[in-house]
């Protein structure tokens, strides 16, 4: 398996990058100051990107944008795609997700886009104390290790939902390729080695213990080929059988007595649980964008995942204020830019921790989470900006507020993973899967890990003042989430103009939102897009990717009253964009991921 090496972007790029965006003429918007070469870098590359005609399938992994390309050569549609991506990312990346985690998927045929839902459910035996011990809330790391984490799994059944919908090819067949991989073997990935490494739990589990690592503790070595005839059985099974073959039966039960026989944390998922799953189907959040301060103005419409998931929502946001400031005149290496958008950011979050959660138990402000977005709303939320830092932004009220935010802080994960597809027929996909934090809950069970999913609730069901918190604890509801599979289409033609998404725990909507907005307002590829360095606030601190912006830079942010973190923001962007030439893709250099098509 050929590794990446990773790489930043040239200081030409950045400039070219921009070529779109003329300077603020505003006294003290002008930069000066540069991006640097993180310390044990061979010299400063740009990706090229990928460049086809027919169809492209970006993912995480070089196997699974193999067994994509394959179902696609096949004649398979844009879901066969990726229903045999995910099946194969199950076996080679099981730190991210697999077929014991959840996923949304935004589809569009040409004709209309629509949203699969198959995230993960709380339990019906759970109540708003699920994460309250001797009457505190538990930490994160508590919780995350063992059964009462473990949501019910949605991703098996959303596929076959969506297959039903969008499929040209068997079920059975979009199976082969990861059983075959996982009968045969598949080399563990330095990736794979250095998270193995550092996590202190997964070597603990009766199943994953022996299966990732050596005798002494110590994880397999980088090439060694893991072999696992278990998942393949499995997989035979769903593919034979269907869904039902991992929600009822013998396979549910063994998932159901794991999350119940763990010794420390054990949970409440029942067979019933899981038999009564359902995944959903959604009307897509889409709004129209046209950025600002570009010489040659265009109209995009803009689609997204509805809440459950934050990350559209968020998005909109951040796009919509910064569209109303000056930032809309500024490149990205002015720290000027930077605190416009972190501003933005604040405020988003702020809205994202009061307002959003699981529609069925939770009403939209003022009847719609169209008021979150609307130009009126966030042209009020832009005002809000001065020359200095908010630090933690407080909530709009676009309408009176019933519910509070969590004073839960936000995790960085790695338990994730995006795909992008595009097939012959123009049919194109957006998903983004899960099981939370890397590894999940350390559970594994006939060969795939098991999901930590609950932790993506709020851990006390109430603020201090006593208010009920939108995002709380209640049997079958759905997480809050920041995954943001998007969509981008040409306002006047139609026409399909990005796919693509990125991992990241929370940070994803800040992950997405810089290639939306490097794309769309600078005129940057897809790969000059995700090499550019990560940035972001979750309505706190200001998060800038470690080694990756000079100490100019970050003391001008804290000029402006910014607490700054350095941090490593691993992204795992991929996009896939359309032209008149053909597809562009491009695929996050930090993780393994890669773009093959024809």
């Known amino acids: 398996m050929k590794r990446f090496h990773f790489v930043v972007l040239v200081s030409a790029l950045l400039a070219s990058a921009c070529s779109h965006a003329p300077s603020a003429t505003r006294p003290g918007a002008s930069g000066g100051a540069e991006f640097r070469q993180p310390e044990g870098a061979s010299g400063l590359i740009a990706q090229p990107g990928w460049h086809g005609q027919k169809f492209a399938v970006a993912t995480a992994h070089p196997l699974a944008s193999e067994a994509g390309l394959e179902i696609l050569q096949a004649g398979g549609s844009a879901v066969d795609a990726a229903i045999a991506v995910q099946m194969v990312l199950t076996l080679v990346e099981p730190q991210s997700s697999g077929i014991g985690g959840g996923a949304f998927l935004l589809h569009h045929d040409g004709r209309e886009t629509v949203v699969f839902d198959g995230r993960e459910t709380a339990p019906a035996a759970v109540n708003e ?5 001797d009457g505190k809330p538990m930490s994160f790391r508590e919780a995350v290790v063992g059964g009462r984490a473990v949501g019910v ?3 098996v059944r959303m596929l076959e939902m969506a297959h039903g919908a969008y499929g040209k090819l068997p079920w059975a067949r979009l199976f082969e390729p990861a ?55 499995v997989l035979r099974r769903i593919a034979a059988e269907g869904s039902r073959a991992l929600y009822e039966g013998d396979i549910a039960q063994a998932v159901v007595d794991r999350v119940h026989d763990h010794p420390d944390n054990p949970g409440l998922l029942s067979m019933a649980d899981m038999a009564a799953y359902q995944a959903k189907r959604r009307q897509p959040l889409c709004t129209d964008y046209a950025p600002r301060g570009m010489r040659q103005a265009r109209s995009y419409r803009i689609c997204g995942v509805p809440p459950p998931s934050s990350g559209a929502i968020a998005i909109d946001q951040i796009l919509g204020i910064l569209n109303d400031t000056e930032a809309r005149f500024l490149r990205f290496d002015n720290p000027l830019w930077m605190h416009y958008y972190t501003e933005a950011a604040r405020l988003a979050f702020a809205d994202r921790a009061r307002y959003v959660a699981d529609p069925d138990f939770v009403a939209a402000p003022a009847g719609s989470w169209q008021s979150l977005i609307s130009p009126s709303y966030l042209a009020e939320r832009a005002r809000l900006i001065g020359p200095q830092s908010m630090r933690v932004a407080p909530p709009g009220t676009p309408s009176p507020p019933t519910t509070h935010y969590s004073s839960m802080p936000e995790q960085m994960e790695y338990g994730t993973s995006h795909i992008s597809v595009v097939d012959a027929w123009g049919n194109a996909l957006a998903m983004t899967s899960t099981i939370e934090d890397a590894f999940g809950a350390r559970q594994m069970v006939r060969g795939f890990l098991l999901n930590n999913e609950l932790t993506d609730f709020a851990f006390s069901p109430t603020d201090s003042s006593g208010a009920p918190i939108a995002n709380r604890v209640q049997p079958g509801k759905r997480p809050r989430s920041s995954m943001s599979p998007t969509l981008v289409f040409d306002n006047d033609s139609g026409q399909l103009v990005m796919s693509g998404g990125s991992p990241g725990g929370a940070m994803i909507i800040h992950y997405t939102a810089k290639l939306l907005y490097a794309t769309l307002n600078w005129g940057l590829t897809p790969q000059q897009a995700i090499d550019l360095p990560n940035f972001g606030s979750l309505n706190g601190p200001t998060l800038l990717e470690d080694q990756r912006f000079s100490p100019a830079f970050v003391d001008a942010l804290r000029s402006r009253g910014h607490e700054v973190k350095e941090l490593d923001l691993s992204s795992g962007l991929q996009a896939i964009r359309k032209g008149k030439d053909g597809y562009t893709g491009g695929a996050d250099p930090r993780r393994e991921g890669r773009v093959m098509g024809e």
């Not at 104390?129 to 011990?133: D, G, Q, R, S, V």
């Not at 794979?192 to 997964?202: E, F, G, I, M």
């Open 153 to 155: 799994p949605g991703t």
């Open 179 to 233: 059983i075959e991989l996982a009968e045969d073997g598949f080399p563990i990935s330095l990736r794979l080695y250095r998270l193995l490494k550092a996590d202190r739990h997964l070597r603990k589990d009766p199943k994953a213990g022996p299966y990732f690592y050596e005798r002494d503790g110590e994880p397999r070595a980088v090439g060694t080929l893991l072999r696992n005839a278990e998942l393949a059985n």
């Open 129 to 133: 104390t699920l994460f309250i011990e």
